[in-house]
């Protein structure tokens, strides 16, 4: 499938229609941690996604055998000085922010570390995928820091209050099994397959209705802070912009018609 490379990220289409695409961090010398550089591509890589109306599924990898990504670039951020920091906050920000905002659903496929920033990326994503080697950890307040890619929201929205403030106010590190018995991890699959895991489940729902799959997505993350008559109105909103599309129409003549659904899109 074609694919493009740009400041240690790759994105290629995996499958022949285009639908699903990875985006994979590929900076292996330095264990793919995030800098400014990198971050910039990566956020180049994840709007031009989003930009995609075909897109309907997105794989977040690794080609780096020894790790998903160790954070931030601390080398990069030993020589900064305050007013490097400073500018460099809104790089970090907006690249949270593209993996969080694509349109459709986002899975991450984790082994070895995920650390820091690395952390944060899998959490912006719907979906973690992990395999048995991975390790799960929020380090920044051992090294004078605090989570700044969402980790003090993301996690405790996926694992309670109380136990993301063991993880973060610890920094100590989870390993698979446990990850996934805090729900940190969605689904825990045997070494070396959570990247085709996670292709697997980006395919499932490639198959699916784009319109309805991407209404579910707005829905699910508007509705999940706010109070329950609210949420409803939000889903009631997602369901009539799919009712009335031309995918609900295909959807049921295929249904009765017995045959896989040609999905308009539009």
Request: hydrophobic share 45%; glycine share 8%; net charge neutral.
């Amino acid at each position: 499938m074609p694919s493009t490379s740009s400041g240690g990220v790759l994105v290629q289409r995996v499958d022949q229609e285009g639908l699903v695409a990875e985006l994979v961090l590929d900076r292996p010398e330095a264990l793919n941690a995030v800098s400014t550089a990198q971050a910039k591509a990566i956020i180049e890589a994840a709007e031009a996604l989003a930009a995609d109306p075909r897109l309907r599924a997105v794989v977040l990898a690794s080609a780096c055998e020894k790790a998903f990504c160790v954070g931030a670039d601390l080398k990069e951020r030993n020589s900064f000085d305050d007013e490097d920091l400073w500018r460099q906050r809104p790089v970090i920000r907006r690249l949270f922010a593209s993996i969080l905002d694509l349109p459709v659903p986002v899975i991450a496929a984790v082994h070895r570390h995920a650390l820091g920033g690395g952390f944060e990326l899998a959490l912006s994503c719907d979906l973690i995928v992990a395999d048995e080697t991975a390790i799960f950890g929020l380090p920044e307040v051992s090294v004078g820091l605090v989570p700044g890619g969402g980790g003090t929201q993301l996690l405790a929205r996926r694992i309670g209050s109380s136990r993301a403030a063991d993880l973060i106010f610890t920094a100590r590190r989870v390993e698979a099994a446990e990850a996934a018995r805090l729900g940190i991890v969605d689904r825990l699959v045997p070494p070396g397959r959570a990247r085709r895991t996670a292709a697997e489940i980006a395919g499932q729902i490639a198959a699916n209705s784009p319109i309805g799959v991407r209404q579910a997505k707005r829905a699910l993350r508007l509705g999940a802070d706010v109070e329950l008559g609210a949420g409803l109105e939000i889903e009631d909103a997602a369901w009539r912009a799919t009712a009335f599309s031309p995918d609900r129409r295909e959807g049921i003549r295929a249904f009765n018609e017995k045959r896989p659904p040609v999905w308009p899109g539009e």
